[in-house]
């Protein structure tokens, strides 16, 4: 992506992170150009921001079924509940 066209309202990314946003607003700052993103609030250096719409590699899915979907939900929240389970005492400690 050119610096040019990173213009108000363009949705970018910062590949270093992976922050997307949309930029609310470019400044120059000591012979940068920084971009405003509204996700964040941050400035970025335009130099090393990409278009959103721009991926690094092939992404594949996998279709399944709303049954195997299901399945799944049900054993990671049968998981997550087990583990809380354990890792609470059900003390109520302030810690300090």
Same mark, same amino acid.
């Given at each position: 992506? !050119? =610096?040019?066209?990173?213009?108000?309202g363009?949705?970018? /990314?910062?590949p270093? =992170?992976?922050?997307?946003?949309?930029?609310? #607003?470019?400044?120059e700052?000591?012979?940068?150009?920084y971009?405003e $993103?509204? !996700? =964040?609030g &941050?400035?970025? /250096?335009v130099? %090393?921001?990409v278009?959103? @719409? #721009?991926? =690094?590699?092939?992404? %594949? /899915?996998? *279709? /399944? !079924? &709303?049954?195997d979907y299901?399945k799944?939900?049900? *054993?990671?929240?049968? +998981? $997550? *509940?087990?583990?809380? %389970?354990k890792a609470? @005492? +059900? !003390?109520?400690e302030?810690?300090?």
């Amino acid at each position: 992506m !050119s =610096t040019d066209d990173v213009v108000v309202g363009a949705v970018v /990314r910062y590949p270093r =992170t992976g922050t997307t946003g949309k930029v609310l #607003r470019v400044e120059e700052i000591d012979g940068w150009k920084y971009a405003e $993103l509204d !996700s =964040t609030g &941050l400035y970025y /250096r335009v130099d %090393e921001l990409v278009g959103a @719409d #721009r991926t =690094t590699g092939h992404v %594949e /899915r996998e *279709e /399944r !079924s &709303l049954e195997d979907y299901l399945k799944e939900h049900k *054993e990671l929240k049968e +998981q $997550l *509940e087990g583990v809380w %389970e354990k890792a609470t @005492d +059900q !003390s109520c400690e302030g810690g300090g």
